[in-house]
């Protein structure tokens, strides 16, 4: 059975064009096409007055929040915001207004709430992470006879070097765009080894399994937040 290709969660897609948009790298047309394919919606309003309301905050870009329990990476309150982008998974954040989205039939909603500052990984701090993780996975995997029970997992592994290509913005770094595919390939071999527990031989080897993993997840997480947030993308860019 193949696969659907890997894509950005909403919240970094928004990310990357409003902040183009914002400053200035896209027309506002072409904008409204590239959210047109998931129809972005600000809640009770269209796509314009999404790109309007992000407009007024004064902001120069939007960044990307990717919080779970227990790690709620991109927040910094208030608790109104935490919690719905805690539960939604991610959330945008532009300036002092945070962004949370809901599927809705077609569309995604997004519902406008005060957000404050953040502090965030960088690119560099977040790109070194990553490679780490990626290098202790394939070890611990191997130990663990990844092959046998998730031969999906481990043909990912193998394969780093076949990255999704995205549909980044004008003035999206080229560094950023490489962190961001990198980061989801390690979200999906993380989620293609964690699926199916049941074919774990015990309990504690499925629990081993995602022990394992959480490093993993976490860098993934983190290197798509830092590409797709441009508070912490290198000087110049």
Do not use: K
């Amino acid at each position: 059975m193949s696969r659907a290709p890997l894509a950005l969660p909403h919240s970094a897609t928004l990310a990357w064009w409003l902040t183009a948009w914002l400053r200035g790298h896209e027309q506002t047309d072409h904008v409204l096409d590239a959210l047109a394919d998931d129809t972005h919606l600000l809640e009770g309003g269209s796509t314009l007055d999404l790109l309007v309301r992000a407009r007024g905050t004064g902001a120069s870009y939007a960044g990307l929040a990717l919080p779970v329990d227990g790690d709620p990476l991109g927040l910094g309150g208030p608790r109104d915001f935490n919690s719905a982008a805690l539960e939604a998974g991610q959330a945008v954040v532009v300036g002092e207004l945070g962004l949370v989205p809901e599927e809705q039939g077609e569309t995604v909603q997004w519902r406008p709430l005060d957000a404050a500052r953040r502090q965030l990984p960088d690119v560099g701090e977040a790109d070194r992470t990553l490679r780490a993780a990626l290098l202790g996975a394939a070890g611990d995997l191997a130990d663990l006879d990844v092959a046998r029970w998730r031969p999906e997992a481990a043909d990912a592994l193998m394969n780093l070097h076949h990255r999704p290509a995205l549909d980044a913005p004008l003035g999206t770094p080229p560094r950023c765009v490489d962190l961001a595919a990198r980061g989801l390939q390690a979200w999906a071999i993380v989620d293609l080894a964690l699926v199916d527990d049941g074919g774990a031989l015990s309990s504690f080897e499925a629990e081993r399994r995602r022990d394992l993993l959480q490093p993993l997840g976490r860098a993934a997480r983190r290197a798509i937040v830092a590409a797709c947030s441009p508070e912490v993308w290198p000087e110049g860019q």
